[in-house]
């Protein structure tokens, strides 16, 4: 479509424009921490109702402290592992989903205790623990070997399952419930994602962050807006009918 006359001519981005302000930078920074606060006192509030979870949760968190999930640094082995699964590095970056948020959204879902989540990107797995809260079976696949190393402890201690593995390739099939951030995955990674999605058995519910499914054989059951470590996003609740 050819640009209208009177709009500004549209110019390519310098390093300049990238750039953040210190005080922008201190803001962001700020409100960081604010939102680590909220989720970890909402976490706190709701595994103290599930005491067996709190150790867990707390192994989980100091190795976060140690090792921080959001500073991965690039080299031969994760380049090759990218190549393998044809993701790129941009699409490993990507918060972490409360247990509070994430208790919420599965009892939305129907999730229970005769239920079985698959979590696509599990990470360190906090949503694996909301699971358990509600006494389902758990399982995150998580790319990342590193992230499976420091939490598979925790998590297996939790009655959580975290393996190394490439989203969309995982069995789906005993999935009653599957959650998905895909807020930094590109198109071309979601597409794949939701040819896995049609492994699942019809009725099974797919839960995904920040867009729906846009594809036939997915119904949306409802939409929600919720609390993660950066920020609200719009979460989708689907069901597959094949």
């Keep these: 479509m050819a640009q209208e006359p009177s709009s500004p001519p549209v110019k390519a981005p310098h390093d300049d424009d990238l750039a953040v302000s210190l005080p922008r930078l201190i803001l962001i920074r700020l409100w960081s921490m604010v939102l680590e606060l909220l989720t970890r006192l909402g976490d706190l509030a709701v595994l103290v109702w599930r005491p067996r979870l709190l150790g867990p949760y707390l192994g989980l968190w100091l190795r976060e402290a140690l090792v921080s999930p959001y500073r991965l640094r690039r080299s031969f082995e994760l380049t090759r592992l990218l190549q393998a699964s044809g993701q790129t590095f941009n699409e490993l970056m990507y918060g972490e989903t409360p247990v509070h948020t994430a208790l919420w959204l599965f009892r939305k879902a129907g999730l229970g205790k005769d239920g079985h989540l698959?979590?696509?990107?599990?990470?360190?797995?906090?949503?694996?623990?909301?699971?358990?809260?509600?006494?389902?079976?758990?399982?995150?696949?998580?790319?990342?070997?590193?992230?499976?190393?420091?939490?598979?402890?925790?998590?297996?201690?939790?009655?959580?399952?975290?393996?190394?593995?490439?989203?969309?390739?995982?069995?789906?099939?005993?999935?009653?419930?599957?959650?998905?951030?895909?807020?930094?995955?590109?198109?071309?990674?979601?597409?794949?994602?939701?040819?896995?999605?049609?492994?699942?058995?019809?009725?099974?519910?797919?839960?995904?962050?920040?867009?729906?499914?846009?594809?036939?054989?997915?119904?949306?059951?409802?939409?929600?807006?919720?609390?993660?470590?950066?920020?609200?996003?719009?979460?989708?609740?689907?069901?597959?009918?094949?």
């Excluded at 005993?174 to 807020?183: G, I, P």
């Excluded at 995904?208 to 036939?216: G, M, Y």
């Excluded at 119904?219 to 919720?226: A, E, P």
């Excluded at 609390?227 to 009918?241: A, D, K, S």
């Design 118 to 242: 698959v979590d696509l990107g599990a990470g360190r797995g906090r949503t694996l623990l909301a699971a358990r809260w509600l006494g389902a079976k758990a399982r995150g696949v998580e790319l990342l070997p590193g992230h499976v190393a420091l939490a598979a402890g925790p998590l297996q201690r939790a009655g959580a399952q975290l393996v190394v593995g490439d989203a969309t390739h995982a069995d789906l099939a005993d999935a009653t419930h599957v959650f998905t951030n895909w807020t930094a995955l590109t198109p071309e990674t979601r597409a794949r994602l939701v040819e896995r999605f049609r492994t699942c058995r019809p009725g099974t519910r797919i839960l995904t962050v920040t867009r729906p499914v846009e594809s036939q054989g997915f119904t949306v059951l409802s939409r929600h807006r919720m609390l993660f470590t950066w920020g609200l996003e719009h979460v989708w609740v689907h069901e597959y009918r094949g």
